[in-house]
């Protein structure tokens, strides 16, 4: 189930300007421009005269209105519609559902649910996408699969190990156990994982130049339904941060998904790659967008084939749960409870 009222990541704000642009997000269809003054802005992408998709040519942006390109109803910034044909009188339903937006870390966020409940100040942060000590790369690409299946994926590493062994897998990421600690007020989940004297992926090998063994801490940071950070650093092996919390001598990457339920059964894979070294080596930020772009269609084909399996499979299925899956699972708890909160409980007369 999909949680409602919560903010989800529809896009990166590179992808928004004075195009009409449209992406459903859990399951609406939502349509998105920029005003002339650089507002993003998000409405229905549904025409109220006869559902028409306003993001579909003839339509058209004129100055700050959209004017449906099959009888012309004009729509302002704020989905309230304007004008139509034939007629002076505006009939006062005619309006688009508008939903609240922000733009933050170079994302585009966008509430879904009950408007009077959104409170942008509660949206999580990725600051290391627009800060300007990180290089980063990233893009977005398209599951045919549930969300859960990519916060199931995401939250247990050990797959690098087999899925994604060549690029970002190394044995010691499946042999070294994990630590999952949850923030009940805060609803975040944290999954650590460090590897005192592990091999190097090429990964991080061809982008640090490190050859020989390292230190390989994971942790992940998992704040529901949306946004999940794996922080990740890259030392040699017996190099430590110092006392002072400072680290100059190891590698920092950002490594930041958004998973944004499509529908039900689909899903925007969004993936950034943030790093603190390197800054200006194009080589680099070339390689790491191959390589990440390809350990996430590792997963998305895994994904896809798992989720027709699922999906043909009877309610209520049997798993086995080890130790490696209590990120997963306390996720999975989270989640229920984000989507719980959001189900107003029926009226008892
Ligand atoms: S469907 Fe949009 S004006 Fe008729
Ligand atoms: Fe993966």
């Given at each position: 189930m999909i949680p409602r009222n919560q903010w989800y990541v529809?896009?990166?704000?590179?992808?928004?300007?004075r195009e009409l642009f449209s992406r459903t997000i859990c399951g609406e269809s939502i349509l998105f421009w920029r005003t002339r003054a650089g507002q993003v802005t998000a409405m229905s992408?549904?025409?109220?005269?006869?559902?028409?998709?306003?993001?579909?040519?003839?339509t058209r942006l004129v100055d700050d209105q959209v004017v449906c390109?099959?009888?012309?109803?004009t729509y302002g910034a704020d989905g309230r519609c304007t004008a139509v044909p034939g007629q002076t009188r505006v009939p006062r339903t005619a309006r688009l559902t508008s939903y609240p937006v922000a733009e933050r870390d170079s994302f585009v966020w966008v509430w879904i649910g009950?408007?009077?409940?959104?409170?942008?100040?509660r949206i999580p942060r990725?600051?290391?996408?627009?800060?300007?000590?990180y290089t980063t790369v990233s893009g977005m690409e398209p599951l045919r699969a549930r969300f859960g299946l990519l916060v199931d994926n995401l939250l247990d590493l050990s797959h690098e190990t087999y899925l994604h062994g060549g690029y970002i897998?190394?044995?010691?990421v499946a042999s070294t156990p994990i630590t999952t600690e949850v923030d009940e007020e805060a609803g975040v989940i944290y999954v650590s994982r460090h590897m005192d004297d592990a091999e190097c992926p090429p990964f991080y090998a061809r982008s640090t130049g490190l050859s020989g063994r390292i230190t390989r801490w994971q942790d992940i940071e998992y704040t529901p339904p949306c946004l999940y950070t794996l922080h990740s650093r890259i030392a040699p092996v017996g190099v430590t941060p110092r006392a002072d919390g400072s680290d100059p001598d190891a590698f920092h990457v950002e490594v930041v998904y958004a998973i944004t339920p499509e529908t039900e059964h689909s899903t925007h894979d969004f993936w950034a790659v943030a790093r603190?070294?390197?800054?200006?080596d194009q080589a680099v930020s070339v390689f790491l967008a191959e390589q990440n772009r390809t350990v996430v269609l590792q997963d998305v084909a895994a994904l896809d084939v798992l989720e027709t399996v699922l999906a043909a499979e009877p309610a209520g299925y049997q798993e086995l749960s080890i130790n490696i899956d209590t990120g997963g699972l306390a996720a999975r708890r989270l989640l229920k409870r984000l989507a719980e909160q959001a189900t107003p409980v029926a009226a008892v007369s």
């Open positions: 529809a896009g990166y704000g590179r992808e928004i300007g992408d549904r025409c109220v005269h006869r559902r028409f998709p306003l993001s579909e040519a003839p390109g099959y009888h012309g109803f009950d408007p009077e409940r959104a409170d942008a100040s990725a600051p290391w996408l627009d800060s300007p000590g897998g190394t044995p010691e603190d070294f390197a800054l200006d």
